[in-house]
């Protein structure tokens, strides 16, 4: 009899949630592996390609990061996903006071959330994602701004070492060239003549011939483009830290709406029984939360 074909089940989203899991508590892989008596490229297989453990391993690494198996494998969402589990155990270990610490930030985190809509004039989801591309862009544009001064004032700084070098050992070099034995006189002023010559094949490499540069006007340009590198490196600053602000915005956000979206879900799913999964639409303006006057209607296509 011909065995029947089995289909592998795919390990990879279990392998990707326990490495999150795992790097979440800062645990090393090492750590884990010893504790768990596996060899840890056992468990880089697991994590990264997805590679069947024994049903023990899976077991235990389930148990000791709090993975819902049921949303990886069932079709309708699971009452509680691995976050809530995660977040279920930490809760279950804090005191009444630690709890009351985390409502009071989590709601202090929301009030933030709205007040910097509300400030920033961001009315809609898709309004969100174009301010926080925009500023994206404008960051890497400032980066790279910053790198072109800094390359130049790298550049600048060398010139203005190899001209004065140059200039200084110059009357050296001459009498060096003048004197009837060189070698002698090599010899005796070895240290500023191998400075006059690196200094001048570094000028004719950088294809500076004819009359030098002045190197006080070097030196004022310098100091035109330090005062450049300043400007753009505040502006980087600020633009880095926009982007960090609107990066905590857009996780509060989806995560506002990732919960209204299962509440819905749920609501579907009960009021038509036949269908397995709930279906998929949209936050429109009378499902959205309310997050502000300025900012209460928020469409989401889903």
């Known amino acids: 009899m011909a065995k ?4 592998k089940y795919d390990f990879k989203a279990f392998g990707a949630a326990i490495k999150a899991a795992r790097t ?3 645990e090393s892989r090492k750590k884990v592996s010893d504790e768990m008596f596996i060899s840890p490229r056992y468990l880089a297989n697991i994590e990264n390609k997805g590679q069947h453990p024994s049903l023990q391993i899976f077991f235990e690494l389930m148990l000791r990061y709090n993975i819902s198996v049921d949303q990886f ?8 996903n691995t976050q809530r589990r995660q977040l279920d155990a930490l809760l279950d270990g804090m005191s009444d006071t630690g709890i009351r610490i985390v409502s009071a930030t989590a709601k202090e ?13 961001i009315e809609q989801y898709a309004d969100l994602l174009t301010r926080i591309e925009e500023i ?4 890497e544009q400032a980066g790279d701004s910053l790198k072109e001064v800094e390359k130049r004032l790298s550049d600048m700084a060398l010139l203005i070492k190899n001209v004065t070098t140059y ?14 034995n060189k070698e002698k006189y090599r010899a005796e002023h070895e240290r ?12 004719k490499a950088a294809q500076i011939g004819g009359k030098l540069p002045s190197v006080p006007a070097l030196q004022a340009e310098y100091e035109k483009l330090q005062a450049q590198e300043e400007s753009l490196y505040a502006n980087y600053g600020k633009l880095k830290k926009q982007v960090q602000e609107y990066d905590i ?16 879900g749920k609501g579907r799913q009960s009021a038509d029984k036949n269908t397995k999964r709930p279906g998929r639409g949209s936050f429109s303006v009378a499902t959205a939360p309310r997050f502000s006057h300025g900012c209460r209607d928020w469409f989401v296509t889903q």
Do not use: C, W
């Open 167 to 180: 200039q200084k050992t110059k009357p050296l070099y001459e009498a060096y060239r003048k004197a009837r």
């Open 24 to 26: 979440g508590r800062k």
């Open 73 to 80: 494998l069932l079709e309708t969402p699971p009452e509680k």
């Open 109 to 121: 985190q929301a009030a933030k959330t709205m007040n910097f809509l509300t400030e920033n004039k």
């Open 249 to 264: 915005i857009k996780r509060n956000i989806d995560s506002i709406l990732q919960t209204e979206k299962s509440r819905n």
């Open 136 to 139: 994206a862009t404008a960051s």
């Open 4 to 7: 029947r074909p089995v289909p």
């Open 192 to 203: 500023g003549i191998i400075l006059h010559e690196a200094a001048a094949k570094a000028l």
